[in-house]
């Protein structure tokens, strides 16, 4: 069993920077594949960045490619994702996940889920 437990979100203005954490619990944590997703008011949930269990793969959706950056920390049982050059079509509710297997990008591939955080980026 892994929780999850997101952190990091809040009110930024455009061309700002979020660094957002997801701590989470259980033994087996290093050995899972982690993703953020994000879901705005009104959309579906969409694939945002992923992270293999070992931290050497990793994989974006297009709109996220050099502007975001995913990264884990095995030892402090944490994944981060780094935000820059924030834009207003960013605002939605980050949520991290866990897989046992590889990175993918589907949502309903993911085993565990946090709670969410909040971005909300002004113009």
């Known amino acids: 069993q892994v929780q999850l437990v997101e952190s990091g979100g809040g009110l930024v203005q455009a061309g700002g920077s979020l660094r957002l954490s997801c701590a989470a619990s259980?033994?087996?944590?290093?050995?899972?594949?982690m993703g953020w997703f994000r879901q705005a008011p009104g959309k579906e949930r969409e694939f945002v960045a992923a992270i293999s269990w070992s931290g050497s793969t990793t994989d974006y959706a297009d709109s996220m490619k050099g502007r975001f950056t995913i990264s884990r920390d095995r030892a402090k049982n944490t994944v981060y994702l780094q935000m820059n050059s924030l834009k207003p079509e960013d605002t939605a509710v980050y949520y991290c996940a866990a897989r046992t297997l590889g990175i993918v990008v589907l949502a309903n591939e993911y085993d565990y889920w946090g709670q969410g955080t909040q971005v909300t980026v002004s113009s």
């Open positions: 259980g033994r087996a944590f290093s050995s899972y594949a």
